[in-house]
């Protein structure tokens, strides 16, 4: 029952999320540069009324959903925002706007995937217990990399994960 009520709401929310990988794609950012996808990520988690810290880490997003049944683990799952220095050969309409600028490792599917499980477990939070923690990390395509600076700033606490995924 609940794996239908999922693939159900994933059905209900394709569209959505396609438009988030589309507008993603459109507007890709580099490493340390991610201001306008942190800014997008923040919009869609204040749309869907999940809380969050903004900027952490540089241009990191960190939401949190609390599941309504009592006790429970804390899980995370992780997406990346960055982009590559390369050129956009694609001729597609939702091709990249930024010259030079290209989501050709995917990060753009990753962010949107992200915000479409965020979506589906808002809106299943009375149904769970425990903490879903939402990372959206900048910078993973150049050193220092993003998940060392997220990590010194405390994303790994309060409270701390049991697994990442």
Known sequence: MLKERIKQLAK???EEVRNHRRHLHEHPELSYQEKETSAYVAKELDRLGIPYQ????????IGRIDGKRPGGR????????DALPIEEANE??????????????G?????ASLLGAASILQEMREEFAGTIKLIFQ??????????SILIKAGVLENPTPELII
């Not at 903004?54 to 997003?61: I, L």
């Not at 597609?92 to 490792?105: D, E, F, I, L, Q």
């Not at 990060?107 to 962010?111: E, L, M, R, S």
């Open 54 to 61: 903004a900027n952490v880490g540089g241009y990191g997003v």
């Open 138 to 147: 900048p910078a993973e395509e150049k050193l220092p990399g993003g998940a």
């Open 12 to 14: 209900t929310n394709f």
């Open 107 to 111: 990060h753009d599917v990753h962010t």
């Open 74 to 81: 804390v899980i995370a799952l992780r997406a990346d925002m």
């Open 92 to 105: 597609v309409p939702y091709r990249s706007k930024n010259p030079g600028v290209m989501h050709a490792c």
